[in-house]
């Protein structure tokens, strides 16, 4: 349940996870089913307003289409159907009942276990007073489907309507602060190749620095690493977003992959929240793989995503923009970026340096004309221009040293008390060392804090990479909901407090620069930092216990019995260590699952792909074997084992026996084009050139137009294989001129059509020289 929650949390609309909902067998709060959809009669229009609208009162949640109703059959939907309809279409529908309050997320989705697409719909948690249709419903017979004023929650697996007086105060208690509105920020696909940041505001000067990347990020630099260093709040992101989206607009690269780590981001008005990604090296593949049409690979060992992401890499001019490289742990991100195949550039922000061998580009302060502008442009955004003279803005000028962030505490300062009068009491005396000066302005702005907003930035500290809500708050503190209320209301004014709208509510959270400024202040009482710390782990515990406790309840409504549903939980636990790098806790799981029960194939295909991406290869085929023998009657969803299997096989180059397991997935799945390719690849390889172009021909046939990344490999492979069977060269080169036609890199193709025509050439020479 957990993961569907942080997926609603991050606003996830993916195939992955319409493969996850599909496969949960049962519905919930968290999601419902349906088998169709249809959009033209006005009960459907109603209904689907209704249900999106009871979701939205509650957690958030997704409506997956395509999936009956009671028996979970997955069917697909007809893929004209599901493309008929758009995301406009049903935010129109839903917005005639309720208005402007929010909007779905709709997409068309692919899964392994069906072959026809699913629709999935994501439905935003709500960040404030719940929604009520403002209109009634259609009639049907005697009935009204609803009326004006009803609210609809999701309750258990089903949509209705809240009655009771304990329902209403439930859905309407909430707190009085008033959340901002905040700015889309998700990095996205904006189009084929290109996953670009947030938009990024105007910058205010920064023109040298500007100039600095762009000639770092040249390709004669010998560097193929740009970095682009400093403090926190000096605004990395901000530059770098700038020049990723410059460099789009002049098409400087063929592909740009950009991936961040941040989970709030400074702008030049305000803090924004984002949706953390880069995490490890899957965030970095899996975004890759995402961008270049490639989305169904992302099921594959990480391994096999890793080589993949490098072979697409290999045959583009890109760029990989990594954001906020500081807070990544994992090493295979760095190793890749030391391995980086050429002609591909990266470009990366972050307050350490990385030391992965790279061009560095420090930055510094605003200059003093720029810093002015800066705080003309928020003191007019949030109206304060008549507050201010040229005095207290130099003023502020000076006290922050330029750095955004401190000029962003300090307006909003002025924005708190409604006066500049804070400025003389403010230290005038800036530190000369720049890493001294964000700590100078921290101590500025927390002396002018009440003791209660005081007392409530120290426990932040607590924990700084979860948000808390106002309720831990008040636990912390030992206040009631008005004190508390007040001190964080206090805390967002002075821009020190980001509010975070959650599937469970309104949390708080502040920069980790200002955690750690928070943290110096609350150890210096340590009797009451260890109070306040010992308050903390009650919670968690207490929190802890609860989800436990639900899980266990989850766990009865699906699988065949309790020793199955606990190996596989197990399992699940095992891979996430496995991912983590901790092998020896995972080993030790996963023979915890296998005692449990040792007949779910399950258990034994996850264990494969683990020791597969952990480079225990020999190990992963012991696991496959064991999970194809309790595979008694195989079916297009099993084909998943075979292909892992056969495509482990075929990075080692052991072509025949790759061969015998790719057999067996295209006689579960024959209309994987994927599988042909490797299919064909390995039978190349061993010399049956015959059968890998009747192979390669049936891959291209059913790719056709809907993948054109994937077209141009698989033409580009199968002239290869012409080419090394000698035949037919002619068609080699039709096949080529076919494969530049399309998106991407021709570099591969340049190469080998001068190798065909060499060989042609050889071949009449031969042939007069016969004669």
Not at 259 to 267: G, M, P, Q, T
Not at 751 to 762: F, G, M, Q, T, V
Request: hydrophobic share 40%; aromatic share 8%; with cysteine.
């Amino acid at each position: 349940m957990e993961i569907i929650r942080q997926a609603i949390r991050n606003g996830r609309v993916d195939d992955s996870l319409a493969n996850e909902l599909a496969t949960r067998k049962f519905e919930c709060e968290l999601w419902d089913y349906k088998e169709k959809i249809d959009l033209t009669s006005s009960e459907a229009k109603a209904e689907i307003a209704r249900d999106c609208a009871a979701f939205h009162n509650k957690e958030g949640g997704y409506i997956l289409i395509g999936v009956k109703d009671k028996t979970w059959d997955i069917t697909g939907v007809d893929e004209t159907i599901l493309t008929s309809i758009t995301q406009t279409h049903i935010n129109d529908i839903i917005r005639s009942y309720i208005g402007e309050r929010f909007g779905i997320i709709y997409r068309v989705c692919r899964i392994p276990l069906c072959r026809k697409p699913l629709g999935l719909i994501y439905v935003p948690p709500r960040t404030g007073r719940p929604v009520i249709m403002k209109k009634n419903g259609p009639q049907i017979g005697r009935d009204i489907m609803f009326r004006q004023g009803d609210i609809f929650i999701r309750s258990a697996d089903s949509t209705c309507r809240a009655t009771t007086d304990s329902h209403i105060e439930a859905i309407w208690g909430e707190t009085a602060v008033s959340l901002p509105k905040v700015e889309p920020s998700n990095w996205n696909v904006v189009e084929y190749g290109f996953r670009l940041p947030p938009k990024p505001e105007p910058l205010i000067g920064r023109d040298r620095d500007r100039e600095t990347v762009f000639q770092s990020l040249d390709s004669r630099n010998r560097w193929w690493i740009s970095s682009i260093e400093g403090l926190g709040g000096v605004g990395k992101t901000a530059l770098a977003s700038e020049i990723v989206w410059e460099l789009y607009r002049e098409k400087r690269f063929e592909t740009i992959i950009s991936v961040s780590a941040k989970n709030r981001e400074l702008s030049e008005n305000r803090i924004l929240p984002l949706k953390p990604e880069l995490i490890g090296i899957d965030s970095v593949v899996d975004a890759i793989l995402e961008a270049t049409g490639f989305k169904e690979d992302l099921c594959s060992p990480i391994q096999v995503r890793i080589e993949m992401a490098k072979q697409l890499l290999e045959s583009t001019e890109s760029l990989l923009f990594l954001d906020n490289l500081e807070t990544v742990d994992d090493p295979r991100v760095f190793d890749f970026l030391k391995n980086l195949p050429q002609p591909t550039r990266a470009l990366v922000t972050s307050r350490r340096q990385p030391e992965t061998g790279e061009d560095r580009i420090r930055l510094t302060g605003l200059a003093q004309t720029d810093s002015v502008k800066l705080v003309h442009r928020l003191l007019e955004t949030w109206n304060l221009l008549q507050l201010a003279d040229e005095e207290s803005i130099n003023s502020i000028v000076r006290t922050s040293g330029g750095l955004p962030l401190a000029i962003l505490w300090l307006v909003g300062q002025v924005r708190l008390q409604q006066s500049t009068s804070f400025i003389s009491q403010l230290n005038k005396e800036v530190p000369i060392v720049p890493e001294q000066i964000l700590e100078f302005s921290f101590r500025n702005m927390f002396n002018l804090l009440s003791e209660d907003q005081k007392l409530i930035l120290k426990l932040s500290a607590l924990s700084p990479q979860e948000p808390l809500s106002i309720e831990h708050y008040m636990h912390l503190a030992e206040w009631d909901r008005d004190r508390t209320n007040k001190a964080l209301n206090g805390l967002i004014q002075s821009s020190l407090f980001l509010t975070n709208a959650t599937s469970s509510g309104i949390t708080y959270s502040v920069l980790p620069i200002t955690a750690s400024f928070a943290f110096s202040e609350l150890v210096k009482n340590r009797d009451y930092e260890s109070a306040v710390r010992a308050r903390y782990r009650e919670m968690q515990f207490r929190q802890q216990d609860a989800k436990a406790i639900v899980d266990y309840l989850q766990s009865l409504f699906h699988g065949k019995d309790e020793a199955e549903q606990l190996a596989v939980g197990l399992a699940k636990a095992a891979a996430e260590e496995y991912s983590a790098g901790n092998y020896d806790k995972g080993r030790s799981l996963f023979d915890q699952a296998e005692s449990y029960y040792d007949k779910s194939p399950y258990v034994f295909y996850t264990r494969a792909t683990s020791e597969l991406n952990a480079g225990n290869s020999a190990q992963a085929y012991v696991y496959f074997e064991r999970a194809t023998k309790l595979i008694l009657k195989p079916t297009a969803k099993d084909a998943v084992v075979w292909k892992m299997w056969g495509q482990a096989l075929k990075q080692e180059g052991d072509w025949q026996r790759a061969i015998e397991k790719l057999s067996i997935a295209l006689s579960l799945n024959e209309n994987d084009p994927y599988i042909l390719h490797m299919m064909a690849f390995c039978q190349s390889k061993i010399g049956q050139y015959s059968g890998a172009d009747r192979t390669y021909s049936k891959a291209l046939q059913i790719i056709g137009d809907s993948n054109p990344r994937q077209r141009k490999l698989t033409l580009t492979a199968m002239a290869q294989n012409i080419y090394q069977w000698g035949e037919n060269l002619e068609r080699a080169i039709n096949l080529i001129n076919e494969a530049e036609r399309l998106p991407g890199s021709n570099k591969r193709t340049i190469k080998l059509y001068d190798s065909i025509e060499k060989l042609i050439a050889e071949k009449k020479t031969m042939a007069k020289r016969v004669k």
